[in-house]
């Protein structure tokens, strides 16, 4: 049905298990995109940027969500997973700590993107 949209969606979440709906929410509606053929960039930003690391988001939980190892794999395999440069080197996450296929990158990055042609960002 969505995948006539090729239209780019960003997702950035800022919140992790300090604001467990609003994170679960952003993980939901990225990962509800990418399943219908959207193309979606999601970034980890703030206290979500643990989520980058192995074994972090098992840790979540919230009652009537999806399980969150299940909706990040959907959207590394399907999707984008971006941490913010900043957030990262605020919690001494470096490259070699965040899991296969999550890119680190700043601001610039995420202005080229939500500025390309089409594009629709959600902040979560």
Partial sequence: ????????????????????????Q???VAS???????PVSFWLTGESAWFALPGRAA????PHAAPLPDLLELLLEAGRVT?????????????????PKIRIAGAAV???EIMSDGAQALVY
């Fill in 110 to 112: 995420f202005v080229e």
């Fill in 26 to 28: 952003a993980f939901t």
């Fill in 59 to 62: 840790g979540f939980e919230l």
């Fill in 32 to 38: 509800t995109a990418v399943s219908s053929g959207v």
């Fill in 83 to 99: 941490l913010c440069t900043q957030c990262a080197a605020r919690r001494d996450i470096g490259p070699d700590d965040v899991l």
């Fill in 1 to 24: 049905m969505l995948t006539a949209m090729a239209r780019l969606l960003v997702v950035k979440t800022t919140a992790g298990a300090d604001a467990p709906e609003r994170c679960s």
